[in-house]
């Protein structure tokens, strides 16, 4: 089964392909993971991807489409992969489909996991990190058992300027025009399957699973 999760920034991505990742036996693939995987083995292209984010600038759609290729070549990835982060533009979305056909396969559904824009800045403002430790929680999803402090160093927790509501909202209004067309190209293959992402990791993820067994 190879699945593509769209979704804005907040919708559970990460979190819900993690758990199909387990269940169905096939890695998840994010962008941000392969990236520092093909820096820390110093891969060519891996290297290449550091200067562009040593320099603070993006890295090139030639770069990550490379890198993403490699990953899709690995042995873990002959039975299926979930790719999350991958693609966020058109172009990326058609080199996609070029290394599929090297490969001999197809994307089999993209999941588009929905939310109202309010409930996704909540979910985002809301985070608090522990600067010390690592350690994540939330003011109202997953709160620490001391307010502002961390359960496991007892550090006092802070909230990341990419998680300040207006950074948040900007950082939505970016990628919603970018996701709109991801929707359109998919839909328009009859890939595209729409599921909320609202009531829960639980919940959610039952219906993901429902629906991915349906159409297996």
């Keep these: ?3 593509i999760f769209l979704g804005l920034p907040g919708a559970g991505k990460g979190t819900q392909a993690k758990k199909l990742e387990e269940d169905l036996s096939i890695p998840h693939i994010a962008t941000g993971d392969i990236f520092r995987k093909a820096i820390k083995e110093k891969t060519l292209l891996g290297e290449k991807a550091k200067s562009y984010i040593d320099a603070g600038e993006l890295v090139p759609d030639e770069v990550t489409i490379g ?4 990953r ?4 873990d990835c ?7 982060g ?8 058609e080199s996609l489909d070029d290394i599929l056909d090297d490969l001999s396969r197809e994307v089999d559904m993209v999941i588009y996991l929905k939310a109202k824009i309010s409930k996704l800045v909540e979910r985002l403002s809301g985070r608090r990190v522990c600067p010390n430790c690592g350690a994540t929680y ?7 058992q001391k307010e502002g402090i961390c359960d496991k160093c007892g550090t006092e927790l802070i909230q990341r ?4 509501e207006e950074t948040v909202r900007r950082r939505i209004e970016i990628n919603e025009e970018k996701i709109k067309k991801l929707i359109d190209y998919y839909n328009n293959k009859g890939l595209l399957y729409e599921v909320k992402s609202t009531g829960g990791i639980d919940k959610v993820h039952s219906r993901l699973l429902s629906l991915v067994k349906e159409n297996s």
Excluded: W
């Excluded at 002959?78 to 999350?84: A, E, H, R």
């Excluded at 991958?86 to 979305?93: G, K, L, S």
């Design 1 to 3: 089964m190879n699945l």
């Design 67 to 70: 890198i993403v290729k490699e």
């Design 72 to 75: 899709l070549n690995e042995e």
């Design 78 to 84: 002959k039975k299926g992969f979930i790719l999350d």
């Design 86 to 93: 991958f693609p966020r533009t058109i172009n990326q979305a």
């Design 138 to 144: 939330h003011i109202h999803n997953n709160p620490p």
């Design 161 to 164: 300027s990419d998680d300040k």
